[in-house]
């Protein structure tokens, strides 16, 4: 299995900065697409933004321009950096991968528990 655990999340005000980090670690034989997504209360999960392995990126047309995803593959860790964050951005931010934990088995999507982030003055 693989775990995923997500760190840096808190209160921020708006126009500030706060950057999130995911540690992937557990029987990791690949890692293939890494993802941040969010989902507040009573709404659907969206995705904010995806890197793939080599480092290819998509974002939501709402977050372009002030997020930022990144990933180091030697730490299995995708970070984002959140610049000029606002209210709406408020939610509980989500890390996933898409990994296999063997050559011959298939691509799973993993995801972690989840990490806080308030946008208020």
């Known amino acids: 299995q693989v775990q995923l655990v997500e760190s840096g999340g808190g209160l921020v005000q708006p126009g500030g900065s706060l950057r999130l980090s995911c540690a992937a670690s557990?029987?990791?034989?690949?890692?293939?697409?890494m993802g941040w997504y969010r989902q507040a209360p009573g709404k659907q999960r969206e995705l904010v933004a995806r890197i793939s392995f080599h480092g290819r990126t998509n974002y939501a047309d709402s977050v372009k321009g002030r997020f930022t995803i990144s990933r180091d593959n030697a730490k299995n860790t995708v970070y984002l950096q959140m610049n000029s964050p606002q209210p709406e951005d408020t939610s509980v931010y989500l890390c996933?991968?898409?990994?296999?934990?063997?050559?011959?088995?298939?691509?799973?999507?993993?995801w972690g528990q989840g990490t806080q982030v308030a946008v208020s003055s």
């Open positions: 996933n991968a898409d990994a296999k934990t063997s050559n011959s088995g298939y691509v799973n999507t993993y």
């Open positions: 557990g029987s990791i034989f690949s890692i293939y697409v």
